[in-house]
């Protein structure tokens, strides 16, 4: 299967500096990619989802201005999580789906995020 | 209110059985159906797709079912290995905005003993 990319696989940071993560299809081109998040035995909470050269859709609840999103290219998207603060350790995840389409999105390793 | 639902306590079987596991899900039309394994401290990987005018799929051990009169998916892993052992998330694939998204349950742990 196609693989996505993600990097940090793990982070520790002070509160209120930022963070990027890094998602990245490698061998096909995402015209979306849709970033998660998940909190210890819950499941998968989406995030936002956003396509190649166009402003992400940001899902109710959560904070665009805390949670920047670029899809600059049809392989790379970036996830900051802008002044972090502790509540917003968890688990990110990626996702994209490819231009084949069949519908299947393939998910990153994910980025485990500790805000100290 | 939408829900997705998926039975919150671990199965533990016996190596060599059938695995069972249910989706139940409410107020959703979702054009497809998604089942991942999901190892801890990892991404979800995929499994099956099913399509809504699909009623069954088949791939090696796994076999996927979807009923869209009774809203319900079951995944079924025969010939179990504590391998299988991980966590099994059921996704709706839903059409919202002229764009797909994936909605997830909260998953099943499964538990092979060998």
């Known amino acids: 299967g196609a693989v996505v990319s993600q990097h940090p696989s793990r982070v520790i940071c002070k509160s209120g500096t930022s963070v990027k993560i890094e998602c990245r299809s490698l061998?096909?081109?995402?015209?979306?990619m849709f970033w998660y998040r998940q909190f210890p035995k819950k499941s998968l909470m989406l995030m936002a989802t956003?396509?190649?050269?166009?402003?992400?859709?940001?899902e109710q609840g959560v904070e665009k201005d805390k949670f920047l999103i670029n899809h600059a290219s049809l392989t790379l998207s970036t996830l900051t999580v802008t002044s972090a603060h502790p509540e917003d350790s968890s688990f990110y995840i990626c996702?994209?789906?490819?231009?084949?389409?069949?519908?299947?999105?393939?998910f990153g390793a994910g980025t485990r995020l500790s805000v100290l | 209110s939408q829900k997705i639902e998926q039975n919150s306590e671990a199965l533990n079987i016996q190596e060599g059985k059938t695995a069972t596991l249910t989706c139940n899900y409410t107020?959703?039309?979702?054009?497809?159906l998604q089942w991942y394994r999901q190892d801890p401290g990892r991404g979800p990987v995929f499994l099956l797709l099913?399509?809504?005018?699909?009623k069954e799929k088949r791939k090696e051990r796994l076999k996927v079912t979807f009923d869209t009169t009774l809203k319900q998916s079951l995944f079924h892993i025969t010939a179990s290995q504590p391998a299988d052992s991980a966590t099994y998330l059921c996704?709706?694939?839903?059409?919202?905005?002229?764009?797909?998204?994936?909605?997830f349950g909260s998953g099943t742990r499964l538990l092979v003993r060998p």
């Open positions: 996702s994209a789906r490819g231009l084949a389409g069949l519908n299947i999105q393939y």
């Open positions: 099913i399509r809504e005018n699909e």
């Open positions: 061998d096909f081109q995402a015209t979306t």
């Open positions: 956003s396509n190649e050269g166009s402003k992400a859709t940001y």
């Open positions: 107020n959703y039309s979702p054009a497809y």
């Open positions: 996704a709706l694939d839903i059409l919202m905005d002229s764009s797909y998204k994936l909605i």
